[in-house]
């Protein structure tokens, strides 16, 4: 845990004059879980949307890995190895599960269009390569019997776990998740906290916007506490929990918790 | 014996008729898929490939050489509309993309009434024979080829969507733009891979129907609200959508123009438009759209 794999530098964003995130910095490091709370409208999406690249900040840099990348499409992003999920669940829902893994890790894939409508023989190994590697991929997460239905008529719990499993085919390096136990009753979402807390000691780095504040306080190396888009506090789950700033975001102007 | 025949001779005719529609619906729907827009410049596609092709056909005498690379010439000129025209858009959204394709097609008639002149062109069928007589009804041989080529280009369009990986990411990208960019979908490019695919349909349509029909600068807006009425019938977007419309909206023509009057050949397309637009604004196949508030 010592290199800093994403950095985020006075970074700014407004919306027709609002400020929607203000003059913040922090880091990740490689291989730790990082979470962003704050209260709603705190900013925390918006800085999802910039490090994916759906917002353009106003003023600020981003950096991954000392390569700037804000200002660069979302694709290329995605090819440098950030991946998503989305907070209301953004699965391709008429395409079967597989399907999605496969277009998740399509990066990974080789053939060209050409081949892709003559149907050659390159396509046809590539295909089987990637189908292969996707049906690992939902072995893992216990969808493999479930690969050839409509990725829409899965539970929800599925859904969640297939957009996770979708966002790991691409083998990212960053993986930002917005609210992957939004909706889901206790059960499931200690599953969900499972499959990222194994995901984390397999190495990898997660930024983590979450409202289940037991799932945050558990898997959370570091927390990073927003206000009106700017910083209030930072540090590990005990320091922010006392943190008197936080209790009075989080509570109002109440002295006590 | 004598309506039965008739009718099967009918049936081919609605059929080949058909392809062709089917052909300009696909590049609606395709494009429809990508951008969620209609575009307009479908129908000037349609003309363009029959008026190359004839073009080619008179300095070359090879029907076959002269069609692939009219196909081929269309296609990089649906790939550059796309550059020139939509690529550029700040903020694309439906109603301008098409508004947009308008223009694009009003201005692509000019283009070809320019360059390629105001007459009619055509060339020969693509078989010696032009009729076959069987079982007591006669078929022209070039609609044979239009349903054996437009058939062949829908399965290779199957496979592809289907099968393929980019096919895949195409589908994925008109789902969902956010989630497949962050996959690593470049969502520009299957826009603009969604054009090259429109332009090609709507030329090999051209191509194939010009033995027949001729072609002509001014035919792009009739071939387009053909096509138009092809993918509102079936379903808008959906890709077998423009199979089952564009086939029900020939078979509609070839009977009506029969047994009512050819008159109302183009007021059938028409007519079927409106009573699609009044009572299943969704087509065949295409679902409802589901707005959320």
Known sequence: MSGKLLRVEALNCYFFGLRAVADLSFEVKTGEIKAVIGPNGAGKSTLFNMIAG???PTSGTIWLDDERIDGMPTHQRAERGIARTFQNLQIFREMTVLENVMVGRHLRGKAGVLSALLHGPTLRADERALADAAMAQLERFDLAGKAHMLAGSLSFGQMKVLELARALAGEPRLLLLDEPAAGLPQAEAEHVGEIISSLNRDGMTVLLVEHNMRMVMSLSHDILVLNNGMRIAEGTADEVRRHPDVLSAYLGESEDA | MQTGSAALQLLVAGIGTGSIYALIALGFNVVFKSTGAMNFAQGEWVVMGG?????????FSNIGIACVAAVLIVMMVGILSERLVIWPLRRPNTLLITLVSIGLAIFTRSLVMMILG?????????SQTATLTVGGITIQTQTLWIIGLTLAFLVIMHFFFERSIIGKALRAAAADRDAAAIVGVKVETTVMLSFAIAAFAGALAGAIITPLTLSSYDQGAMFGFKGFSAAMLGGVGSLPGAVIGGLALGLLEAFGSFY???DFKDAIAFAVL???????????????????V
């Open chain 1, 54 to 56: 759906v917002t353009r």
């Open chain 2, 51 to 59: 008026m190359i092709s004839a073009l080619l056909f008179a300095s």
């Open chain 2, 118 to 126: 105001k007459k009619p062109v055509g060339y020969p069928a693509f």
């Open chain 2, 260 to 262: 009512i009057s050819s």
């Open chain 2, 274 to 292: 409106l009573l699609i637009l009044f009572v299943r604004p969704s087509g065949f196949l295409g679902r409802a759209d589901v707005v959320k």
